[in-house]
């Protein structure tokens, strides 16, 4: 599950991360009252940053043609005119695709004068299986592209998950940073905070892009988390009822979410040929051979290992409501799982929804003579196949 | 030979009275595997199907029968806590069928059996079939819930982070009149106990397997390890397939692991890596035992 800018950033204050000041808006009454405090507090300057799931938000532009979903205000007026032009509309930027993503929340932040931009993360390093940090003297760009051009300013810590974070762990990492002097104390305290973010939310992965050293009104330095963002670990919200609180659906694809209510693992993709599989891999690769075969995938959709007549038909009528597809593939290999009741799922999926389109089912494993023989006496024009090639071949035929 | 387990192995299941880890448990029994003791705590001294002694520890069910191999069937939050009572009994196998644990769980398991004999298979894995000389390979040890009937005992071993292709690839194989040394499911986690290389390893020094069949999917370099060292020292043909090709980046495709992120993980690298360390790449998974047989 992803979360908000203004969310993560709440994350890691409650484990004593500094943020810049802020309050999230939904409404312009919000706005103003957000805005008023920041310059009322002796801010000179306000951001003004739309809260989407999708990087690339500063350079996006609005569909009603507004520019950048990221903006500085010198006034309190002036922040609550760019939130007025944010709020409700809808942003595209690189990572959104052109259907672009409504803005519904602005997040209003004092804007700190920055002196440098560094890099941190914290994630897991499937290699070793232990928790990795991640930093760099170069801020505020592309990590990856850092990671390319110059693996040399990129700085690994390694923790040992039996003891957590240690003080040295986080004193390598701020020397690395180029730390000293006054701010050296307050950038390990930072790293552990950082650390224990990620631990103890169970997050997948936290990352401040930019870590800012910056001059407050009064010429003091101190370091901030001006951006961040926090993905966390799904197997892990059941113990995080104050985090499963933040999920926001308006994010997520509608069809996704009822796909999500059904116990069915769905992702939409853009293609014409719908896919219904039982196990993630044989799902990946029913998509694979889609497009070996030169189609395109319309989704991935893993029923399980014990799907039963309902989530089948579940199945159908959520495929059916993407208006792209022009075909469906049904890919099964039953194991333990019998064929037969597939097929009669199937079967009374199809009735139920009045499938028109052609649909391609391959079967195998338990039971499958008479699976096989209950689609064939169905009556229904159901194209069969007998190894996933030809399935694949037949239903790429089906909409060419 | 066979690796990891015999027919004669004998196995206890963590969760036996649940409903899920019964009906594998049953199946297994079913098979003829030396199912000899169930674990849920509080039911000790119960039966399981009138023949299999409940215990309330893994420690007693190992004192009172000597099995060295446990299967997990405990839902996820309960999950860690029975591999580390399974590592604690000094099990020399555990299997953990469970999907759905926090990451951070396993990292501290990882780090906790580091040290100890034990080995750990899984999280999220089909299990473990070393197939028997009996009709549909009956007599067999069937540890996790993979089909037994699929198998034939034989000289293959196929080892995959999926369970439904790991069926695809023994049920092409032995469709062919192929049979299988033994067939391990490693799990589609992020964080596992034992890597395609580890098990890799074994069915190298494994006489009785005679070619390998390695299936991968995007997400980590686990893939990409494997096939350094086959390039290096492994004496087996092996044919392999990555499944996953055309996922989105920054999507987890079903499985908790399988994920392409940072640019790292694709299947694209995966397959590179393959081919240069002359695995037999299978274009689409329908093709996976054809192109082991034909290098064989």
Known sequence: ????????????????VAVPAGDPCKTIGEASAAAAKIFGSGHKLAVVKSQIHAGGRGKGTFKSGFQGGVKLAKSADEAVAHARAMLGQVLVTKQTGPEGRQVNTVLIASAETIKKELYLAVLLDRANSRPLIMASTEGGVDIEEVAEKTPEKIVKEHIDPAVGIQPYNARKVATALGFKGELFGQACKLIIAVYKT?????????????????EGPDGKESIVAVDAKIGL???????????????????????????????????????????????????MSTMDIIQHFGGNPANFLDVGGGASKEQVTE???????DPNVKAIFVNIFGGIMDCNVIATGIVAAVKETGLKLPLVVRLE??????????????????????TMSDAAQKVVKSVA | MSILVKPDTKILVQGITGGFGARHAKLSLDYGTQLVAGVTPGKGGQLFENTVPIFDTVADAVKQTGATVSTIFVPP??????????????????VCITEGIPVNDMVKVKRAMQGSKTRLIGPNCPGIVTPGTGKDSHGGCRIGIAPGYIHKKGNIGVVSRSGTLTYEAVWQLTSRGVGQSTCVGIGGDPVNGTSHLDVIKMFNDDPETHGIIMIGEIGGTAEEEAAEWIKQHCKKPVAGFIAGATAPPGRRMGHAGAIVSGGKGTAEAKIAAFKAAGIGVAATPSEMADVLLKMM
């Open chain 1, 233 to 283: 670990d799904d197997n892990a919200l059941y113990r995080h009822p104050d985090i499963l609180a933040m999920r926001d659906l308006g994010e997520e694809s509608p069809l996704e979410i009822e796909a999500s209510k059904h116990s069915l693992n769905y992702i939409k993709l853009d293609g014409s040929i719908a896919c219904l599989v039982n196990g993630a891999g044989l799902a």
């Open chain 1, 365 to 386: 494993g338990n039971n499958v003579a008479a699976g096989k023989k209950t689609l064939a006496e169905s009556g229904l024009t159901i194209i069969s196949a007998d």
């Open chain 1, 1 to 16: 599950m992803n979360i908000h800018e203004y969310q993560a950033k709440q994350l890691l204050k409650q484990h004593g």
């Open chain 2, 77 to 94: 939050p309960f999950a860690a806590d029975a591999i580390l009572e399974a590592v604690d009994a000094g099990i020399d196998l555990v």
């Open chain 1, 315 to 321: 199945a159908f009528k959520i495929i059916l409501s």
């Open chain 1, 198 to 214: 990620w631990w103890e939310c169970d997050a997948a992965m936290v990352e401040i892009n930019p870590l800012c050293i910056v």
